[in-house]
């Protein structure tokens, strides 16, 4: 169990993704992509293994929640600087997603 003191240092926003292409390097198939979160924290990279259920021009203007104070990690060829969140399931990652439309940088709590 973790307190709400180390709940709260994880920090979670909605981003758009804006650019999706396969990491060619990565060792398990996956996708390099693009963040916008707003102006604030602007735009970050990532790799996600979401290969199963996803291709990447549907993932191309999909909002996404992601942690994004996480330390930076290569993967493959991609400095991971976010990282995005779904659930492990049957049918692979599903990603989660705002069910409405929200500004770019808007913090999870």
Not at 12 to 39: C, H, Q, V
Request: with cysteine; aromatic share 4%.
């Amino acid at each position: 169990m973790i307190g709400i003191e180390q709940f709260d240092a994880v920090e979670m926003r909605a981003g758009t993704i804006i650019e999706a292409k396969t990491n060619k390097k990565s060792r398990n198939p996956a996708y390099a992509l693009k963040i916008d979160f707003g102006e604030e924290i602007g735009i970050k990279t990532s790799s996600a293994q979401i290969t199963r259920l996803y291709q990447p021009e549907e993932l191309v203007g999909t909002q996404v929640i992601c942690c994004t104070n996480l330390v930076p990690m290569h993967i493959g060829s991609v400095k991971s600087e976010v990282r995005i969140l779904g659930t492990e399931s049957e049918q692979g990652v599903v990603l989660l997603r705002p069910s409405e439309p929200v500004k770019n940088g808007d913090r999870v709590f």
